[in-house]
């Protein structure tokens, strides 16, 4: 008889201060592919880890045979963390040191056949990303990127943890693509992620996981027929009576766009990102950014944000003053809230939930100010407001991805700041916490002066709120490349 290639028996593990993970049973025949899907803190990542060996000092038996690769979240922080640590900027005549190129991450100074590289690229249609380097990707190519490097290994088993996370609409049924290919070639896929449309369809086998457990087991189809599965997926919110107080902000005149962008271009090593942006936000009105992995949505809102060096000698004005007029960086930030990929990798200060929450006020990584009385009152009501006041003195690298994320919605929306910025807001959010994070986005549009600035690339994540639409759409040149991406802009 063929021995499993996964066998997991009387698995027990406590993680800080949540319910334990403890699977008494699980098991997974060779060449057979599993969806473990759950709800934010159910346990799945916990699982992921313990498979790839990041965790070790649990009880039980895990077994995993053959010769396994991962994709997740925190494999994406390490490889970011790897360029910030080996950064030589100080040290360089042109004073950035830009790192890795996409093509060194996938090849990581291990050896191959240049075959197997010319496959794995077409196979991920990334020809185009190998070059730039990995640090200005977007989190939909990063995770393209790092899907290539684990297929370069050679792998028997994946352990994929939501490898679908900032992908755009038409890479996302690319990935489907690939993953129902690598199972036909007999590559075990074991798929962490929340239940959607999109998943591969070639993964027959399914556990569903809820407080550290297995809860549903089985065959997909079989599964999400059952009348437990859909009392397990339904949604319950509710939406306050009130939000707490606002921040008061300068007097802006009545016709006095927020943001203006004229004529703005941007390119990377002299290849250009995007052209000629012209793009105005006024007042009582609230985007969406759309378009695909790469075209320069997050880089356009660093830029208006005060993230980006990019904005420097542009024509941007913000909140009637042209960018570049002797305003600090902070007289910037303090009209903003901002959650973001970017934001969620470099918040890395060990700190708690509430003080994350604070930070907000301050527009810092870290709380370093003496937040007032009132500041905290009006924190602990967000973290009701999300379900997370029972988390408020647990540090924040403690917490689920999906955890630490609506954390950070929190610390964006705090002090109901003038423009909202939500660039994939919902990534690493379960099905529950999605729909409860976009009700309270609408709801925050109709009853503060608070304006949105939303990016997302899931077509799940619709908010009633938005007036008007900014997509970037490839600029065809009079050769075979594209030149880059320019706008057009649509009323809703």
Known sequence: MQSPILSIEQLHFQLSNKSPLSIDELSLKQG??????????SGKSVLAQILAGDITGYQGSVVLTGKFTTLSFELEAETLAQDRLNDRSDFMEEGVDNGRTALEIIIDDNAFLAEDLDEIIALL????LLEKPFKILSTGETRKVLMARALMLKPQVMLLDEPYAGLDIGSQAHLSNVLNSLVARGISIILFDFYHQTLPSSIENLVYMKSGKIVLSGKRSEIIATEQWQQLNENHYSLPHHLPDCLQYDHLEKNTPLVAVNNVSVSFDQKP???????QFEQGQHWRIIGPNGCGKSTLLAMISG???KAYGKDIHLFGV???SGESIWDIKRHYGLVSAQLHRDYRVSTTLIKVVLSGFYDSIGLYDNPSRQQVIIARQWLVLLGLEQHENTYFNQLSYGEQRLVLIARAVVK??????????CQGLDNHNRDKVLALMDYIAENSKTQLLFVSHD???QLKCITHELEFVTEKSAGENPLGYTTKITKK
Not at 273 to 279: E, S, T
Not at 416 to 425: K, N
């Open 307 to 309: 993230d980006s060096p």
């Open 32 to 41: 057979e592919s599993l969806l473990v899907l759950g709800d934010n803190a």
């Open 416 to 425: 109901l700041p003038m423009i909202l910025i939500l660039d994939e807001p």
């Open 125 to 128: 249609a990334i020809e185009k």
């Open 322 to 324: 042209k960018r570049g």
């Open 273 to 279: 990102i995007f052209n000629a942006v012209n793009w």
């Open 459 to 461: 077509i799940r994540d």
